[in-house]
């Protein structure tokens, strides 16, 4: 059965509804007074709640705090400043008042809500992909996509890769030569066997980074093998649907033995592009720059339009038909959801 589509009526309601609840909740919130507040400090969130969040000050102590409704948006690996109660008041130790601005930060797009962050501060994005399910090339590109846009740096990782026997490893590897050849790095792990562990861990030793990836791709059992002691939570594949079951709830921050931070976001099986524009997808390539330009027609759509530079680079083996192929794949799913939306705003 097709999903319906909301009016803008009911996607009113819904808004109004959520609105509602929220007050509720804030309504139940301790009130907090000047005179119950210390000095201000710096902190940092390590993890977010629907209506509270995490802050680390700089001892390494965590204190969980409410959120002045001043704020208007809040996600891990925020810089804040923020002021620690007198005392506990309903498991609730401090208020944040302020967010520094933003190195950098990934945005997802949310039906609702438009623009949504979901981790702030990033210095490299971890591809976490895996044989089960099974890899995807088109879904690593529409990642790329995103850390192109974002100017964030980007490595692929390939998990499970115990369950390869030799002749589907080499086909793997062949796979994944696409993206060294462009210049991103690639990393074959297993999180079971621990085989390239210590490479990837050493990736984490500068700044932050960030775990992206379909829902099964073992996140979560990469995160136990860099730190036994947490026990994180882990899931299986469904054998059903052949998707990964969600595990991670709440994004969170992890500080690593060898120096710098690690962020765990839930799993996102269908990571939207719809929020960027044909131009913004187009340079999201980065082996098509070089040629970007260059075309016999300011409009040219790189498909069968004459003396196209990319389909003649492509031609010439300076562009793999691999990528190329997906690059259209995703501009034709992205004008087919921008048509949906269009229609359903006009129902």
Same mark, same amino acid.
């Given at each position: 059965m097709a999903k319906r589509k909301l009016t803008q009526n009911q996607k009113r309601r819904i808004q109004a509804n959520r609105s509602k609840t929220l007050h509720r909740h804030q309504k139940q919130d301790v009130e907090w007074q000047d005179e119950m507040l210390g000095e201000t400090q710096d902190g940092r969130i390590v993890t977010r709640? +629907?209506?509270?969040?995490?802050?680390?000050?700089?001892?390494?102590?965590?204190?969980?705090?409410?959120?002045?409704?001043?704020?208007?948006?809040? /996600? /891990?690996?925020?810089?804040?400043?923020?002021?620690?109660?007198?005392?506990?008041?309903?498991?609730?130790?401090?208020?944040?008042?302020?967010?520094?601005?933003?190195?950098?930060?990934?945005?997802r797009p949310d039906y609702y809500d438009g623009?949504?962050?979901? +981790?702030?501060?990033?210095?490299?994005?971890?591809?976490?992909? +895996?044989?089960?399910? +099974?890899?995807?090339?088109?879904?690593i590109d529409r990642y790329l996509v995103m850390c192109e846009n974002a100017?964030?740096?980007?490595?692929?990782?390939?998990?499970?890769?115990?369950l390869l026997d030799a002749k589907s490893r080499h086909e793997?590897?062949?796979?994944l030569k696409i993206y060294q050849d462009i210049g991103y790095e690639v990393l074959l792990v297993s999180a079971k066997t621990g085989e390239n562990m210590n490479a990837l861990t050493s990736l984490f030793a500068q700044g932050t980074s960030i775990f992206v990836g379909q829902s099964g791709v073992g996140k979560s059992s990469l995160i136990n093998q860099i730190f036994p002691d947490l026990n994180v939570l882990t899931g299986d594949v469904s054998e059903v649907s052949g998707l990964g079951q969600h595990t991670t709830t709440s994004s969170r921050l992890y500080h690593l033995p060898q120096g710098g931070e690690l962020i765990d976001s839930p799993g996102i099986r269908e990571?939207?592009?719809?929020?960027?524009?044909?131009?913004?997808?187009?340079?999201?390539?980065?082996?098509?720059?070089?040629?970007?330009?260059?075309?016999?027609f300011r409009d040219c759509k790189h498909l069968?339009?004459?003396?196209?530079?990319?389909?003649?680079? /492509?031609?010439?083996?300076?562009?793999?038909?691999?990528?190329?192929?997906?690059?259209?794949?995703?501009?034709?799913?992205?004008?087919?959801t921008k048509s949906q939306r269009h229609f359903s705003s006009d129902i």
């Open positions: 709640y +629907a209506s509270h969040a995490d802050v680390e000050n700089a001892h390494g102590e965590i204190f969980r705090c409410n959120l002045r409704r001043t704020l208007s948006s809040l /996600v /891990v690996g925020d810089y804040v400043i923020w002021r620690e109660g007198n005392e506990q008041l309903q498991g609730i130790s401090g208020v944040i008042e302020g967010v520094y601005p933003r190195k950098s930060e990934i945005l623009l949504k962050p979901i +981790a702030a501060n990033i210095d490299r994005i971890i591809i976490v992909s +895996a044989v089960i399910p +099974a890899l995807s090339l088109n879904i100017k964030i740096p980007a490595t692929i990782v390939l998990n499970k890769v115990d793997v590897e062949e796979q990571f939207g592009l719809w929020h960027l524009t044909e131009t913004q997808i187009t340079d999201g390539y980065r082996e098509f720059h070089d040629f970007l330009g260059t075309c016999k069968t339009d004459p003396q196209c530079a990319l389909r003649e680079a /492509v031609e010439a083996g300076k562009i793999n038909p691999i990528r190329f192929e997906n690059y259209h794949r995703l501009l034709t799913s992205l004008s087919e």
